[in-house]
């Protein structure tokens, strides 16, 4: 029962977490329109240099990676949780396996995030 509601409080907050991260982007999206609309640009340079790529979106890889790690930090002590205070190591499997994974994907962002910059540094 209890890893039920886990794993519907981590569905949850999961579809939270990517309604909100396209909802941000599209506002921050509009406002910088509205930015350059105040300016004097006409929408139709505006779209006009958005399809000559002169607007680049970039991804914030390190700020991913951090929250990534820190909530694999928090599967961790979950784990933990479970094994010490609970001594009920079986259910602390799951929490570790996502731990892992965590670890995992947020080196990988972060990885990803110094490679793209010495790629932009070079050019």
Known sequence: MISLIIACIISVTAIAALFFAWY???QARNKERMELIDRGEKLEDIFRLQ????FKFIFPWL????VILGMSISFLLIGL????LE????????FYITFI???CLGI???INHF?????TNKQ
Do not use: H
């Open 81 to 84: 949780y479970f094994v010490i």
């Open 24 to 26: 941000f982007y599209l």
């Open 101 to 103: 994974i965590g670890i």
């Open 63 to 66: 700020k991913v990676s951090v």
């Open 115 to 119: 490679i793209k910059k010495r790629n």
């Open 51 to 54: 399809q000559k790529n002169r």
């Open 108 to 110: 990988s962002c972060m």
């Open 87 to 94: 001594n009920e190591p079986d259910k602390a499997k799951g």
